[in-house]
């Protein structure tokens, strides 16, 4: 009976240095003795559970992306009205990113090292988004004259950049707020942008 359990917790440890890794030193720049010594455990071993550093590279992608589509459904299905909806997941979005760095450095990198293999849940999540915003198009809640996907680039594009760079602009800009209160203005900006956006005009 303890065999299941220890061979989990084999898995989560490598899954877990594995994630720490990529996230530094991009999927070409770790190897699996890096991620070996990192968590203690043998490379054999870590391929026994994994068969491929590719294949713990894409486990390690498929954690995330699970991660944040199920905080998006979540915001998505907490929404009383779509105007609600959309709030809650431009909230949800920002604040996953904003917690956890870490899935937007593995995607950097990714970018960098010419990997354009998309996780299965976030191309799931891409997707289900798309038609959405197609939906809410067609039902005339939101403006048809934006194409679904600019849309979502709208949102997903100036969340990335806005934490990448916040810090900079506060040094550069002389910035009185803090990093926090910064944060709250750029939500509050960037959902009122996105509803005027979004928003059907009569």
Known sequence: MRKPRDGEDTRQRVLSAAQELFAA??????????????????????????QSKKNLYRQVLENLAEQY???LVQAKESG?????????????SFNFWKQDTTYQRISLWAYLEGQTELAEKEAYLTAGLFQEVRRLQEQGIMDDRYAPV??????????????????????????????????HLFLKQLIQLMMEVSHKAS
């Open 150 to 183: 600019f849309l979502l680039t709208l949102i997903i594009g100036p969340i990335h950049f806005w934490l990448r760079y916040r810090d900079q602009f506060k040094a550069i800009l002389h910035l009185p707020d803090t990093a926090d209160e910064l944060d």
């Open 25 to 50: 030193k991009g999927f070409a720049g770790t190897s699996l003795m890096d991620i070996s010594h990192r968590c203690g455990i043998s490379d054999g071993l870590i391929l026994h559970h994994f």
């Open 69 to 71: 589509t199920h905080n």
């Open 80 to 92: 009383a009205s779509p105007q609600e909806m959309i709030q809650q997941t431009l909230s949800a």
